[in-house]
């Protein structure tokens, strides 16, 4: 049998900050988002708000998924405005292997993984990781223009899935070793070096998360739910929220909202979903109890909505039986599942302009054109996952906070509180109850739904008839902005013909996990992580691929591979310390 090989090799911090520094020497962009798409604060508008313990400098930021498994994408959610990051789900189960593709986002958005793809370890290194280089680009100088006063950001753990995963040996390491980081930063801080090496010592909390997101995905009973909350609440100290499923609606109106009102009636339905996951009534009990208990312990319990929806996997662009649905469709469910749950606990969630209750997060078709009025609802925090993974990337997270703040300047809302009470006001003012119930009965209407809609959503992509070639194609950039984990690298060409484009691309195949939404993106017809150039920077990584591309090898900038193109990559590549820092790391 084969060696598993992984499908992601992690970047260590410092070549990551070599990446940094050469970037900004460069061109004024720090993982290829360029320094003008940062996220900077308005003036005069406060967009802070408490998450974990901490007072955040906005109130959004990735949602558990592709963004929140490695440094890199930490930091770029981070230079585009995020304060708040549900990391990657983790659980027992380390050695899955994730169909590829797993990502279909070509109109309402699909994917079919749903776990971290790396193990445990990786994952507890790249998260105390991702925690020091957010430290260190906050304390770095030449960012200060670009980013302002960046005020202070959050950790949120995401876990899953069941009570004897959560409670095993290998999973209390990780969380203890978020809780108690002191002595793995220490040890990642030599890898600060070059210009940042002044910066070794800068401060991070040992103390990286305080509270947990329980995913109850694959039908977990009400049970072991309550189970695990109780668990993390005493044996690790965390405050916990529950992630519900859009289950919890009931198959007959979930197929009203979905088919009938919103025109998805080719997405057939799972019916055992429905069947396995928790039902409303029990729902409603098992809030009442951990309300209770986490009260008891002096914790805090919370609730958020919503994964995905299992759904049969109807398109044929994903491997398996199954398919979970996100994007547009699943805003206007969650919404109506929002709705609901305020309606059957009246007073009792922290919504609007209420400062007590069960606090509510929010995770549902987010995108930048809705993210304002989402905050609005007194939602804590939001966040973004499918938007992110669409032409832009990163970048439309800044574009969302920038609509938010202008949309409160206009209003005179300097802060959160008077934007909720804003929203509060029309709503009443409307005849509703509060903003939620606003927001619900405006997305039953026509004109309410109509951007969630299949035929609105259903725009075809760009397309061109022509081949993907290993160099010079249509230079749109958009495979760059669109992989979740920044494995794109466009690089100006600089060179004489028979180079055409004003760019090339490059794949960096360590940080590559095949997710497919290149492809979905790219204009020409075939798969950018497969035609264009793949690179190593580890040599053990391409020796365990069967050193398919060409590594760039140390100390010179040279390439290796039986690769015809090797000669026109070490040309593009060839600058000094591309991917490495001073010392030649």
């Known amino acids: 049998m084969n060696p598993r090989v992984p499908p992601l090799q992690p970047w260590p911090l410092d070549r990551l900050l070599a990446r940094v520094a050469q970037e900004w020497a460069g061109d004024k962009s720090v993982f290829s988002l360029a320094g003008r798409r940062f996220w900077k604060a308005e003036p005069g508008v406060d967009l802070s708000c408490d998450v974990g313990g901490r007072r955040v400098a906005t109130p959004v930021g990735p949602a558990a998924g592709p963004h929140t498994q490695m440094a890199q994408n930490l930091a770029l959610g981070w230079l585009a405005g995020a304060r708040t990051f549900e990391l990657k789900t983790v659980q027992i189960l380390d050695q ?19 776990s971290q793809e790396l193990t445990l370890e990786q994952s507890l290194d790249e998260y105390v990781k991702g925690w020091l280089l957010l430290a260190v680009l906050r304390a770095w100088e030449p960012l200060r223009a670009s980013v302002g006063e960046p005020g202070d950001h959050a950790f949120e753990l995401s876990v899953g899935y069941d009570l004897a995963g959560i409670r095993s040996d290998r999973m209390a390491m990780l969380i203890d070793g978020l809780r108690q980081a002191g002595p793995r930063l220490d040890a990642m801080r030599a890898l600060i070096s070059g210009p940042f090496a002044h910066l070794r010592d800068v401060a991070a909390d040992p103390v990286i998360v305080s509270t947990a997101t329980l995913s109850t995905f694959h039908g977990c009973p009400p049970d072991e739910i309550e189970a695990i909350v109780e668990h993390l609440m005493t044996r690790h100290g965390l405050d916990v929220t529950v992630k519900l499923n859009p289950t919890l609606l009931g198959q007959e109106t979930v197929a009203a909202i ?4 919103l025109g998805y009636g080719q997405v057939p339905l799972d019916a055992a979903a429905f069947a396995g996951d928790l039902q409303w009534d029990r729902a409603l009990a098992m809030i009442d109890r951990l309300e209770s208990f986490a009260r008891r312990e002096g914790r805090e319990f919370g609730l958020k909505l919503t994964n995905t929806l299992v759904v049969e996997n109807h398109r044929g662009v ?9 994007g547009p469709p699943l805003h206007v469910l969650a919404v109506t599942l929002l709705d609901r ?14 400062t007590k209750g069960i606090p509510v997060a929010f995770s549902a078709g987010i995108d930048k054109d809705n993210l304002a009025s989402t905050v609005g609802l007194g939602l804590l925090p939001v966040t973004v996952c499918s938007d992110l993974l669409r032409p832009g990337g990163y970048g439309r997270l800044a574009q969302g906070l920038r609509s938010l703040s202008r949309q409160m300047k206009k209003s005179r809302a300097a802060d959160l509180a008077a934007w909720r009470a804003q929203a509060a006001r029309a709503a009443r003012a409307d005849g509703h109850d509060d903003a939620v119930a606003h927001q619900a009965a405006l997305l039953a209407t026509a004109g309410g739904f109509a951007r969630y809609t299949a035929e609105a959503v259903r725009e075809p992509l760009r397309e061109v008839d022509h081949d993907l070639e290993m160099f010079d194609c249509l230079a749109c950039g958009n495979c760059v902005t669109v992989c979740p984990n920044n494995a794109f690298l466009a690089v100006p060409t600089g060179v004489r013909p028979p180079l055409k484009s004003r760019s090339q691309y490059l794949v960096l195949a360590e940080l590559c996990n095949e997710c497919g939404n290149c492809v979905t993106f790219c204009p020409e017809r075939g798969a950018p992580y497969l035609v264009k150039p793949r690179l190593y920077t580890d040599a053990a ?18 390439t290796a591979g039986a690769d015809e193109a090797a000669s026109l990559v070490d040309a593009l590549t060839r600058q000094p310390g591309w991917l490495r820092d001073d010392t030649g790391r």
């Open 96 to 114: 899955l292997d994730i169909p590829r593709p797993c990502i279909d986002m070509e109109h309402e958005g699909y994917n079919v993984e749903w």
């Open 318 to 326: 994903m491997p398996g039986d199954k398919a979970y649905l996100s």
């Open 258 to 261: 979905l088919h009938d009102r």
């Open 541 to 558: 990584a391409w020796e365990a691929r069967g050193r398919e591309g060409m590594l760039i090898t140390d100390p010179g900038v040279t």
């Open 341 to 354: 749950l305020n309606a059957a606990l009246p007073g009792r969630l922290r919504l609007g302009e209420a």
